[in-house]
């Protein structure tokens, strides 16, 4: 990719002086913003992300790769980019996470994925930190052939990176950067009825860590972690806080303007079939997206906040 081209890929007057109070779709040509408010429209095309794969958003960075291991990171609001070292990103199913801006000299690329392909083989960590020259790449094995793979996007919560088993045991993996130590919490998995089409998600709100279970029309079901008990503890409330969760990378916030306080927002234009924008836990129900939100062939997506802005952007992945 000829960097010098990025300089001139901007994003567009519509989308500088609309990004404020607006949502955001971010697919692999173009970004769309549909205000909340007024149902306008405004699109920019950027050719230059076209065969790129968007894996995780953080302090609205976007962390991109390209082919089988080219990745790099683009801010769609200031029109930045970091080039980051190659790795091999398809071969290990990985999932990727950010614990901060890529511009802090704190900041931690977290990369997990399977050591075979059945997944009993341990996992394989990358990590990359600001200053680094290249990946470090580090293999666990799990105790007593313990079958892990991560199966949404990680979590950086209070100094650690948390990660869910995609299997039905759920478990609970936590990889300390700092130590680079690996393990499996002795959590259970969460107290669940019988549902259908259920979607999980996990996400950080307020310091604590949290499961998000979906499953249209039934009740959306939240689970707190208690490290205490060492258990999933079902929560009526998001006590004010609005999560906004998608299959890679979930976030929360507590002072988004023009957005349901206590209430979940998908990432999807349908849910099952039927048009849905967010579940209020204050009344219990999902609330019907707005036409103008309802987009076609907006099928995968994930959430991106802008850099010291309280509100959130949304964009696509594919």
């Not at 799990?142 to 793979?149: A, I, M, P, Q």
């Not at 959590?187 to 669940?192: D, E």
């Not at 206590?262 to 079939?273: D, E, Q, W």
Request: aromatic share 16%; with cysteine; charged share 20%.
């Amino acid at each position: 990719m000829n960097r010098s081209e990025w300089g001139s890929c901007g994003l567009g007057l519509s989308f500088r002086q609309n990004f404020w109070s607006s949502l955001f779709l971010v697919s692999a040509s173009m970004i769309m913003s549909a205000c909340l408010v007024f149902g306008k429209f405004y699109f920019d095309d950027i050719p230059e992300l076209k065969a790129t794969r968007i894996h995780c958003s953080k302090d609205g960075w976007l962390l991109f790769s390209q082919l089988s291991d080219v990745m790099f990171l683009f801010n769609p609001f200031t029109d930045s980019f970091i080039d980051l070292p190659n790795y091999i990103i398809y071969r290990y199913s990985l999932r990727v996470a950010l614990s901060c801006a890529p511009t802090s000299p704190d900041s931690i690329i977290f990369a997990i994925g399977i050591g075979t392909e059945d997944g009993y083989g341990g996992v394989l960590i990358g990590i990359f930190q600001s200053g680094d020259a290249r990946w470090t790449t580090l293999n666990y094995q799990n105790t007593d052939g313990v079958k892990f793979r991560c199966g949404v996007g990680p979590v950086f919560c209070n100094g650690l990176f948390y990660c869910l088993s995609e299997f039905h045991d759920k478990l609970v993996g936590v990889f300390d950067p700092q130590k680079h130590t690996w393990s499996i919490l002795p959590v259970p998995p969460p107290n669940l009825p019988p549902m259908q089409f259920r979607a999980i998600h996990m996400v950080e709100v307020k310091g604590e860590l949290l499961l998000v279970f979906v499953s249209y029309p039934n009740k959306t079901l939240i689970f707190k972690l208690d490290l205490s008990e060492m258990k999933w503890v079902e929560t009526e409330s998001l006590n004010g806080a609005t999560v906004f969760v998608s299959s890679h990378s979930s976030l929360s916030a507590t002072d988004a303007p023009r957005i349901s306080r206590n209430s979940v927002y998908f990432s999807k234009y349908r849910c099952y079939g039927k048009s849905s924008y967010f579940y209020s836990f204050d009344d219990c129900r999902f609330h019907p997206a707005n036409q103008r939100h309802e987009v076609p062939g907006i099928e995968k997506a994930i959430w991106i906040e802008p850099p010291k802005m309280s509100h959130l952007l949304f964009e696509e992945l594919y």
